[in-house]
């Protein structure tokens, strides 16, 4: 099966991009890749207790990936191959309550072709080009990553890891991605997906029709929530260097429709949009990214009010800066995400606002092998909604976590 789909499409991509200079054919070569992380985690949270659970402040954490990575080239100078990525993830056991958090599954899978004139094509479960590809401003190399590092496998309910930080959070939803070739700087990309479905299974994931399925069109919203549908993305980078200095700035827009609902009134499509900077320059890396849009704390949908309701439709706003330093095998550095946004939209009302910043730092003992360290703090607030209980009203309008991590990592 793996050699006809690498001839089949390596005869697309020949079709697609055209005939090249005659080059060395080469076969597929496989290897494997991945991290193993350890971490210990000082945790101090609001909203961790109850009358019948107390939960501690230390833990231990390990996690890991493997990555199966394919590359070949044909004897026309056009160069494929292929990327699975398989995750030890932190979801835990499908029976309630259970403590594992153990299950394998996949987080990126594609496969690519590649012309050096004609740019590349990607087909599979991959980030699109504003989120992946082309993403530009946000300075995480530090640490676990800083604000969007480790420290959210640590904490627990509504103290949890915001839904849009660094680079947003829209599944790997399976799609088709170009990226453009280099021009006096500047190059594009463009990705598009039916539907925010991911993995092997296409339409329903079981036998039963429900709105879960992939290519729910629309469906009665007390059944559930909207769905992305026709997925679109599309994004413009520079990248040059002058006196020493190397830039990199981009444009980007996502884009999605929305599912209908039967019984009345649907949610409205999304479009939000990205624009970021950033600069190297003698051991130092700074960035900042501006995302906005119409959506709900995020890259999220926003349900639309029925007719003479009030609920609050306003869209979201989230601000990024950040920036390290580094010197032989140490780096270290700081960064911050604000995202404000309509929150509970039964408040009608009120805004939402998480505020994030960390420090951090890394040190490479031996290639592929580094020592992490690093702080962070998440406040978030919403006026008219009870953090403790997870519902409107109440007086626990604030909620805080603090998190410190210690630990090694190792990339093979």
């Known amino acids: 099966m793996r050699k006809i789909l690498l001839a089949t499409t390596a005869v697309a991509a020949a079709a697609l991009f055209g005939p090249g200079e005659a080059a060395a054919q080469q076969a597929p070569t496989v290897r494997v890749g991945g991290y193993f992380r350890f971490n210990y985690s000082f945790t101090d949270q609001d909203n961790a207790t109850t ?40 979801n835990r056991g499908a029976t309630s309550n259970t403590s594992s958090k153990t299950q394998l599954d ?21 980030d699109g080009v504003v989120l992946g590809a082309m993403l530009t401003g946000f300075v995480t190399n530090f640490g676990t990553g800083g604000v969007d590092g480790d420290w959210g496998d640590n904490v627990i309910g509504a103290n949890n890891r915001p839904t849009y930080v660094a680079g947003g959070y829209l599944a790997d939803s399976t799609k088709i991605i170009y990226t453009s070739p280099q021009f006096f700087g500047f190059d594009f990309g463009a990705s598009f997906a039916f539907t925010n479905g991911e993995g092997e299974d296409t339409g329903c994931t079981t036998d039963a029709v429900s709105p879960a399925c992939d290519r729910a069109s629309a469906y009665s919203y007390s059944l559930g929530s909207a769905r992305f549908r026709n997925e679109r993305q599309a994004a413009i980078r520079y990248r040059g260097s002058f006196a020493g200095v190397g830039l990199q700035a981009n444009a980007g827009y996502i884009g999605a429709d929305a599912t209908k609902n039967i019984d009345g009134p649907s949610a409205k499509g999304f479009d939000a949009f990205s624009f970021g900077l950033q ?6 890396l700074v960035g900042g990214n501006y995302t906005f849009g ?26 990024f800066v950040g920036a ?6 140490l780096t270290v550095g700081a960064n911050f995400a604000n995202t404000r946004g309509a929150g509970n939209q039964d408040i009608r009302t009120s805004a939402r606002n998480d505020r994030l910043w960390s420090v951090g730092a890394n040190y490479t003992l031996a290639p ?17 909604y009870d953090f403790s ?24």
């Not at 119409?294 to 601000?319: H, I």
């Not at 592929?368 to 008219?384: I, P």
């Open 51 to 90: 009358s019948t659970v107390r939960t501690g402040k230390s833990d231990f954490a390990s996690d890991a990936e493997v990555h199966v990575i394919v590359e070949g080239k044909t004897a026309n100078g056009l160069t494929y191959g292929s990327t699975i990525e398989l995750q030890v993830d932190y």
């Open 106 to 126: 996949t987080d990126e899978m594609y496969v690519w072709v590649a012309s050096p004139t004609m740019g590349q094509l990607r087909f599979g479960d991959e």
């Open 279 to 284: 600069a190297t320059a003698y051991g130092f």
């Open 294 to 319: 119409d959506g709900a704390m995020g890259l999220g949908l926003l349900n639309r009010p029925n007719p003479g309701e009030r609920n609050d439709t306003r869209g979201f706003q989230t601000v």
């Open 324 to 329: 390290s330093y580094s010197i032989a095998g």
């Open 368 to 384: 592929g092998l580094q020592l992490v360290a690093e702080y962070t703090n998440l406040k978030r607030n919403e006026d008219g």
């Open 389 to 412: 209980a997870g519902r409107v009203g109440g007086n626990n309008n604030t909620t805080q976590s603090d998190v410190v991590l210690v630990g090694t990592r190792i990339a093979f």
